[in-house]
């Protein structure tokens, strides 16, 4: 995209629900930041849950890394987003035929389609991989995020791959609404795809198991990308993390004002 738009303003001009959404409450709660909460326990889990929420607009979850996971943790998960408006993303990185996400996405113990506002698949199987999780998301309002890009070291998630994974979401933008990368991926004045960032801690550069980091800025200003992914920059010591999502929180609105002025928004 060419011409920049604030937040706001793309939630009025926006035709996909789940971006609607998405772009209003951010602009509502002026937050960019998504927390990653990859605990193993449900009362952690919670826990964590209800201290970010009020700094996120969106909480992403692994269900399935849940060790006493039951349908009373997606209860209450729901009843935390209410409570502090946010959207819940489950990152399943759904990556087989259509006919067969289908069931993983709608059936099986944590039946995704119905908590998850938003989840996201690999575009490794092809198109059919839309078509099927289309078939259960759309019904019910859900949105979808491809994987054009990952934050790992070595990710063969590059060229060619992404080129075409951009070319899937713009065939079916009523349920793909953006993408998991690392930079804005628009390349007209009509397209208008959120990208979701991970990658991002203030404090190292890496995990030791492949994992890089980049600053807030580097990702919001720099790379035109629109909700800065957290997760052990937050969590990881828990004695701090209201601390720490006031501080993520703050870091990516700052950037994110700092992109409106260098445009005159
Ligand atoms: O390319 C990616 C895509 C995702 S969704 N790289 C990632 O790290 N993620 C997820 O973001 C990953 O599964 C984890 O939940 C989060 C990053 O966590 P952190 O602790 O490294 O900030």
Redesign the pocket.
Known sequence: MNTFKTYGERAKAHSNACARSLLELMERKHTNLSV?V?VTKKAELLSIADAVGPYVCVL?T?IDIVDDFDQDLVHQLEQLAKKHDFLIFE?RKFADIGNTVKHQYGNGIYKIASWSHIT?AHTVPGEGIIQGLKDVGLPLGRGLLL?AE???KGALTKGDYTTESVAMARRHQDFVFGF?AQQQMNQTDDEDFLVLT????LDIKG?GMG?QYRTPREVIVDSGCDVI?????IYGNPDQVQEQSARYRDAGWAAYLERCQQHGS
Do not use: C, E, Y
Not at 198 to 201: E, H, I, K, L, R
Not at 229 to 233: E, M, N, Q
């Open positions: 990653a990859d992403k692994h990152d996201n994987l990952m934050s790992s998991i991970p990658g991002v801690g995990d994992q992914i957290v997760g052990r920059g």
